[in-house]
């Protein structure tokens, strides 16, 4: 068995290095985030501006379920003709 001593020196030891790892990590994507919104606060926009925006986000999300609708119809179909084709799928 351990030394209590000891092995509260290596769990002090391993959090230690679990917080600085994790500010090593996450300082900079906190700095990006931060610097994100603050662009995106400045540039908000008007209402129409945002309007407009969105209708074309609305119209490529539109355009993508169209074609994932056409590929799942292709999988479905590729998937009957495979069993229809092997020996025991009957």
Known sequence: MLDPII???????VVVL????????????ARLAGQALEIWIENRGTAGEMQAALGQVR????GM??????????????????????????
């Open 7 to 13: 092995l509260a020196g290596m769990i002090f030891t």
């Open 65 to 90: 379920q169209a074609q994932v609708e056409r590929v799942a119809e292709q999988q479905e179909f590729v998937e009957r003709a495979l069993t229809r084709d092997t020996p025991g799928g009957e």
């Open 59 to 62: 119209r490529e999300l539109a």
């Open 18 to 29: 679990a917080m600085i790892g994790g500010f090593v990590l996450l300082f900079p994507i």
